[in-house]
């Protein structure tokens, strides 16, 4: 089965998309950070707060491991893609979509969220170390690296949505990470 998975820094636009895709492909959209949430009972603050972030971050692998065989849209959280057990999985079940925004677009989005904890106990300088040390980590999980600066959540919708359809539309296409085509722009 085949899933679309969209990763990127908090603030670049995965929630965001991903539902707008799934208004334009007709496909379920889920939001990992709301899955946890709704299963906790908690918010992400409190989980952080009550567990730590080590077990956050645990309850993103488990919602990978387990998560039912759909084709669906899935916008996973931030830290996602850090852990290379989770590129793993989100690359054999799916294609994974790194939504790049520049630094300066992103922290004019999440400076003064309260839900975000990372943001909260961070200064600006901070939380910019964090988004160049992950980085690479995003690009490395990606089949497709798409760059959002100057471009509407609906602009980059719609070129998802084309390289969704153009890869469907391929005879020889088999999601799986041999025979994943890559993307041009990598
Ligand atoms: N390309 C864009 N153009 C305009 N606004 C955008 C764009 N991308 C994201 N935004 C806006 O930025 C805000 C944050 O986006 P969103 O919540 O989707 O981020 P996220 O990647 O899901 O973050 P997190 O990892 O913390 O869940 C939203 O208000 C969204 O509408
Ligand atoms: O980038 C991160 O580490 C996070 C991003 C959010 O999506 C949430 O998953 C949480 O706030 C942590
Ligand atoms: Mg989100």
Redesign the pocket.
């Known amino acids: 089965m085949n899933k679309v998975y ?1 990763v ?12 707008r895709l799934s208004f334009y492909t007709k496909l379920p959209f889920y ?3 709301h899955e946890i949430v709704q299963k906790t009972g908690m918010t992400i603050p409190q989980i952080f707060e009550t567990y730590g972030e080590e077990r956050f971050r645990d309850m993103e692998t488990e919602f990978l491991q387990t998560f039912r065989d759909e084709m669906c849209i899935i ?5 996602v893609a850090m852990r290379k057990e989770n590129r793993k999985l989100m690359r054999e079940s799916g294609l994974v979509f790194f ?1 790049d ?1 520049p630094f300066r ?2 922290w ?3 400076a003064t ?1 309260k ?2 904890p990372i ?1 909260q106990r961070s200064t600006r300088s901070e939380v910019e170390k964090l988004y160049q040390k992950r980085y690479n980590a995003y690009k490395e999980s990606a089949h497709f690296v798409v760059l ?6 609906s ?2 919708t719609e070129y998802i949505a084309f390289q969704m359809e153009r890869l469907s539309g391929k005879p020889d296409f088999q999601p799986g990470p041999r025979s994943m085509p890559r993307s041009t722009q990598k």
């Not at 916008?75 to 830290?79: C, D, N, S």
């Not at 959002?148 to 959540?153: E, M, V």
Request: aromatic share 2%; charged share 30%; net charge positive.
């Open positions: 969209l990127g820094f908090m603030g670049c636009g995965k929630s965001a998309i991903g539902k939001d990992m950070d916008a996973t959280g931030g830290g939504l925004a677009d992103i004019r989005r999440i969220d839900n975000r943001v959002t600066r100057q471009r509407s959540l602009k980059v």
